[in-house]
């Protein structure tokens, strides 16, 4: 099974930072690796597909990058409806997996 | 707009049975995968297993935590996929999500949810 990995766990920011949320696979998945923003009691949203595809309807200041084992997803200046948890998934292989999360508070 | 809407979670002893259902309007149910999913309290997603559409062969697969006591199934007249669970246990205590492929369907690599459901209950306890 590929591990994925996020980090950090957690983050406290403030409106109007830049935040980096970086996501490791334990093996090459090229660019099969998708980003998730979920808020509490709803369904997770897409946000950023095949590494660094802005989903339709998604803010631009959210951007992906990375491929291979390495990836970042970056909220250029966070506000206050960002404030959520975030998840890395690896769609190159079954079992899919996701990383652990991140939440992003104030 | 695509929409997923999931039912039949709830109270179940451990070792018995239930049924979920994810029922879907505003895409090409017929030739699209879908995906289940799951969250414990308080935890990440974890992808329990899909089922792929006519096209590619009706094709199933399944986390090791679900083979052999989850099938999922679908029936496209009704639009609906099926999650039937049996052997329940505690760990399976959870909110179980329902997921649509955004590209409809295809051979991996390159499983992505663009929809998902508002997620179904299910709480397994004694």
């Known amino acids: 099974d590929i591990q994925m990995t996020q980090s950090p766990s957690s983050l406290s920011a403030s409106v109007g930072d830049r935040v980096t949320i970086t996501c490791r696979a334990s093996?090459?998945?090229?660019?099969?690796l998708n980003w998730y923003q979920q808020k509490p009691g709803q369904a997770p949203k897409l946000l950023i597909y095949?590494?660094?595809n802005l989903q339709s309807g998604v803010s631009s200041r959210f951007s992906g990058s990375g491929s291979g084992t390495d990836f970042t997803l970056t909220i250029s200046s966070l506000q206050a409806e960002d404030f959520a948890t975030y998840y890395c998934q690896q769609g190159y292989s079954t079992p899919i997996t996701f990383g652990g999360g991140t939440t992003v508070d104030i | 707009e695509k929409q997923l809407v999931e039912s039949g979670g709830g109270l179940v002893q451990p070792g018995r049975s239930l049924r979920l259902s994810c029922t879907a309007s505003g895409f090409s149910f017929f030739d699209s995968a879908m995906t289940w999913f799951r969250q414990a309290p308080g935890k990440g997603l974890e992808w329990v297993g899909f089922?792929?559409?006519?096209?590619?062969?009706?094709?199933?697969e399944y986390a090791a935590s679900a083979k052999g006591r989850f099938t999922i199934s679908r029936d496209d007249s009704k639009s609906t996929v099926y999650l039937q669970m049996t052997s329940l246990r505690t760990d399976d205590t959870g909110v179980y999500y329902c997921g649509r492929d955004r590209y409809g369907d295809h051979n991996m690599p390159g499983d992505v949810y663009d929809t998902w459901g508002q997620g179904t209950t299910v709480t397994v306890s004694s």
């Open positions: 089922i792929r559409s006519r096209g590619y062969g009706v094709k199933t």
């Open positions: 095949v590494a660094s």
């Open positions: 093996q090459n998945i090229r660019t099969y």
